[in-house]
């Protein structure tokens, strides 16, 4: 049986990539076509990496060892995060004019994080086999 990284670490590791990620994608909006893309991906990406942050936060209260029973504030908090992205996102699209589809493109960032954790693992697991 092989060692598996405690979810904390897996989840730090995928925040970092994300934030890493942010960082490249934001410069490459910003050397590639203007200002407004680059901070629309900064916007985006960092408003899903804050929202993937609190998500990790919620799920390690209601599954540790130990844990009371959540109380309805903590499911009231957990919804309010949906609705203070989708405010964000409306502010910076509608009232600050930033483009739509590099916003979007920001909030795909955690989701491509994961994505490249999971193959970099794979790829891990499949090198120590061959050895």
């Known amino acids: 049986m ?8 897996t989840l730090r590791s995928i925040s ?3 934030w ?3 960082v490249v994608m ?6 590639l076509r203007d200002v407004s ?6 916007v985006g990406g960092a408003c899903a990496l804050g929202s993937f942050r609190m998500m990790d936060v919620y799920f390690a209260r209601i599954f540790q060892k130990n844990a009371v029973r959540p109380k309805w504030w903590h499911h009231v908090l957990y919804v309010l995060r949906f609705f203070a992205l989708m405010g964000i996102v409306a502010l910076a699209i ?3 004019r930033l483009p739509v589809v590099s916003v979007v493109i920001g909030l795909t960032i955690p989701p491509l994080a994961i994505f ?7 790829l891990r697991i499949q ?4 050895a």
């Not at 092989?2 to 670490?9: E, G, K, T, V």
């Not at 090198?127 to 061959?130: A, D, H, L, Q, W």
Request: no cysteine.
């Open 127 to 130: 090198g120590s086999t061959r």
């Open 37 to 42: 893309t680059g901070a629309g991906v900064a």
């Open 94 to 96: 509608g009232w600050i």
């Open 20 to 22: 890493l990620i942010l």
């Open 116 to 122: 490249i954790h999971g193959a970099r693992n794979a």
């Open 2 to 9: 092989r060692n598996q990284d405690p979810p904390s670490f």
């Open 26 to 31: 934001s410069a490459a909006g910003l050397i």
């Open 16 to 18: 970092g990539s994300g």
